[in-house]
């Protein structure tokens, strides 16, 4: 019996979709890339933008073909799409013949769905409001040298452009020493790179502790190894954690702290919480105790009444900070967003020109960095 994960989306995902693996070996499937020959098909859906959506609603119709070719295919979508206020009916609708959609709360009981689709060959629909921590999920790692391992899940931050917080629940942080006993765990069985993952690592909390203590003693244990994290909030990126990134050896010098835009008009309307100056402050600090650490950050154009000038701002920003790697994406309307209803929506061909001339301006610093 065979299985095959495709996913879509954040490193988060790619970090589920190790689990969604885990648990069909357990149950004796072996993992394929080939379509038509599996016998179980699953989806790990995101819904970040309207770009990703339809990108994969396109791929979920070769679901079709497939099942035409091969009626005893399983197939099952699953992750954040799934987990959209009415995303299942909406999936259902458009794919009548998917046999199983969860959602990212209970992504754990794929084994029993299943089950029970096999027993009754009946459509299987569970997705659960609220989402807990389960430690004991089995997880297929890629035999690379490198790991993901998850610190929180969910987010209450509410940056009012934003689906996650919809779709991944409120934020909750695995126990401290569970994350050093996985972390030590890899160190023995040689893995040399581990990156810890969350929506905003900075908010991590675990009785008194919080995220720079975690990556202190996490950084202590004996072996040849890094250690990375993604994402960072800027409005928590404390002193401490700048310390303790500089401290060790073995905490990479790479950080992604995402601004989206350089205006603090802006900034307020994406209720990001931090101002320009504040971040760029936060960029002096990280280059006083680090002179060659590489910035890497995301962008958001066209976001909702953005003027011209307001995006020359973002412009600015750049040629001051002169970014390692920049992500940016042309705001995209998310259903139950704050920012979904705000006035002044910016038209698709400003926000195309604006996304070029930002892009060719990071082609141009990247180049003068090399
Ligand atoms: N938790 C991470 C971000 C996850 S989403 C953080 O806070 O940094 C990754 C990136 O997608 C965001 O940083 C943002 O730039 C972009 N993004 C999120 N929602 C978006 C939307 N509605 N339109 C366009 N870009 C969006
Ligand atoms: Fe979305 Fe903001 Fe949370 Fe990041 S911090 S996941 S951008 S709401
Ligand atoms: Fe997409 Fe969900 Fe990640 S919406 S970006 S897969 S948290």
Partial sequence: MKYLVKTYGCQMNVHESEKLSGMMEALGY????????????????????HSA?????????????LKANNPKL??????????QPDGADMLIKRNPYIDIIFGTHNLHCLGDYLA??????????????EGGIEEDIPVRREDDGRAWVNIMYGCDNYCSYCIVPFVRGRERSRNFDTVLAEVEGLIKDGVKEITF??????????????????LLVASK???????????????????????????SSNIAKEIHLPVQSGSDRILGLMNRKYTRKQYLDLVALLRKFMPDCRLTTDIIVGFPSETQAEYEE??????????NKLFGFMYSKRTGTSAEKMDNQIPIDIKRKRIKELLDLQKQIERELL
């Fill in 30 to 49: 072996e993992r394929t890339e080939d379509e038509k020959g599996c016998d179980v098909i699953i989806f790990n859906t995101c819904c970040i933008r």
């Fill in 53 to 65: 959506e339809n990108k994969l609603l396109g791929n979920l119709s070769i679901l079709k073909v």
């Fill in 74 to 83: 399983i197939t099952a979508v699953c992750g954040c799409m799934s987990q």
């Fill in 116 to 129: 029970k689709h096999k027993k009754d060959g009946k459509q299987v629909v569970d997705i659960w409001d």
């Fill in 197 to 214: 993952l969350g929506q905003n690592v900075n908010s991590y909390k675990s009785e008194k502790k919080d995220f720079a203590d975690l």
């Fill in 221 to 247: 244990f004996d072996g040849d190894y890094t250690l990375k994290f993604m994402t960072s909030h800027p409005k928590d990126f404390s002193k401490k954690l700048v310390e303790v990134i500089a401290s």
């Fill in 314 to 323: 973002t412009l600015d920003l750049l040629k001051t900070v002169r970014f």
